[in-house]
Nanobody, 127 residues
Framework: QVQLVESGGGLVQAGDSLRLSCVVS????????MGWFRQAPGKEREFVAA????????FYADSVKGRFTISRDNAKNTAYLQMNSLKPEDTAVYYC????????????????????WGQGTQVTVSS
């Protein structure tokens, strides 16, 4: 049984930082691309960042580029999202996702690429 468990969300002020973690169990972590998505109330789930299996390649949405950093520790089966200079518009539920190799031709920014999802962690940024 595959499980992804996010943690690290919370309520912060604009300009603050948070680090989200996602621990994966039940499948080969090092064999999976990882992604972070977010969903704000009344909006569709949107891509935030992705990282290749080795960690050698990273990808970001334009809205977070330069402020967020995705990383992974394959020895700990954990992916991270370091979020700096947070803005109120970053407020959302953040989800981590593990890629399914069967869908590797699907772009990394598409939720369809990812076969496994966490339950989400709330990030609220006040102005």
């Amino acid at each position: 049984q595959v499980q992804l468990v996010e943690s690290g969300g919370g309520l912060v002020q604009a300009g603050d930082s948070l680090r989200l973690s996602c621990v994966v169990s039940g499948r080969s972590f090092s064999g999976s691309d990882m992604g972070w998505f977010r969903q704000a109330p009344g909006k569709e789930r949107e891509f935030v960042a992705a990282i290749s299996r080795s960690g050698g390649s990273t990808f970001y949405a334009d809205s977070v580029k330069g402020r967020f950093t995705i990383s992974r520790d394959n020895a700990k089966n954990t992916a991270y999202l370091q979020m700096n200079s947070l803005k109120p518009e970053d407020t959302a539920v953040y989800y981590c996702a593990a890629g399914d190799p069967r869908y590797s031709i699907i772009p990394r920014a598409s939720p369809a690429r990812y076969g496994y999802w966490g339950q989400g962690t709330q990030v609220t940024v006040s102005s």
